[in-house]
Each structure stands twice: as C-alpha cells, then as structure tokens.
C-alpha cells in the first residue's frame, strides 16, 4: 500500500512554505501599512500597468472573485483605489490607483523588497535564479496537467 508522506509531498510543501513566506510578509504589510495580502496584491497588479477590470485581477493574481472584490472594496472606500468607467464592456468598472493609492504604493514596494531579500538571503543569486526558474516549470506543469484550474483558482 502506497502511503502519502505530506513531509515529502512537493504540493504541500510547497503550500505550507508559501503561507509561511506570506504570513510572514502579511504582518509586516498589516503592522506598517494597515493592508492585508489581498489588498496589496491588487494594489501591486494595478501599479505596474493601466486601469484594470476586477476579473483580469483575479486572472493575473489567481485569486477568487470573493476575495478581489473585498480587496478592491476595502481600497476603495481608502481611497486608494477609484472606480472608473470601463468604455470597453458597461459591465464592469476599470480600477485605478488613486494618488494616495500610488504614493502608498511607493512606500511598500521597497519595503516589500526589503522583506524578500531578507527571507531569501539564505539563498545565493544563482539559486534564486534557478529557484524562480522551477517554479516557473512547476507552474506551468500544473497548468498542463490541470488546465481547468487556470479558470476556477
């Protein structure tokens, strides 16, 4: 009888890593920022390119419907987040970094670095290179193997 041993399980591995790397940055992001993982993730998303619909958000930051939706709300009523028109589809609405929501932007991004480098400095810059490189592979397996999960994360 095969018997599933989780503490050489790469998916639950992996899970348990990645909750601790984000507990671990979450505090930091809640204690100096007041904002929650969700919510710096859509803030993120939306700095590096143009206004963005709620869906794309979930697509780009694999995250639920639910959970986008209460992030962009919470960064809304901040105001660091604005509702605009979206002229492409009168469904939905575009979401934009406000000036607060781009000058806070500003102050967490480095600090966000700064909480990388520090978990990963046990790391030497080819292994992180290497690091990213396979879980790139991993990432795209997955999708290979599990297509449909692309859509319902």
């Given amino acids: 009888m095969t018997q ?3 503490d050489t399980f790469l998916p639950y591995r992996l899970s ?3 909750n601790r790397v984000s507990a671990a940055i ?3 992001y809640v204690r100096l920022f007041a904002l ?3 919510e710096w993730r859509l803030i ?3 700095a590096e390119g143009r206004a963005i619909t709620q869906q794309a958000l979930g697509v780009a930051t694999r995250m639920d419907k639910v959970t986008v939706s209460r992030a962009a709300q919470a960064l809304v009523e901040r105001g660091l987040v604005a509702r605009q028109p979206n002229a492409g589809d009168k469904r939905s609405h575009l979401l934009a970094l406000t000036e607060t929501g781009r000058a806070l932007y500003d102050q967490v991004a480095p600090k966000a670095l700064e ?3 520090a978990i990963f400095e046990q790391l030497d810059p080819a292994e992180r290179i290497a690091l990213s490189a396979m ?3 991993i990432e795209a397996a997955a999708a ?3 297509p449909e999960s692309e859509g319902s994360r």
């Fill in 144 to 146: 290979a193997v599990a």
């Fill in 16 to 18: 348990v890593v990645s």
């Fill in 26 to 28: 979450a505090t930091a």
């Fill in 4 to 6: 599933l041993k989780l």
């Fill in 36 to 38: 929650k993982i969700p």
């Fill in 115 to 117: 909480l990388e480098a």
């Fill in 44 to 46: 993120a998303v939306i």
């Fill in 135 to 137: 879980l790139d592979r």
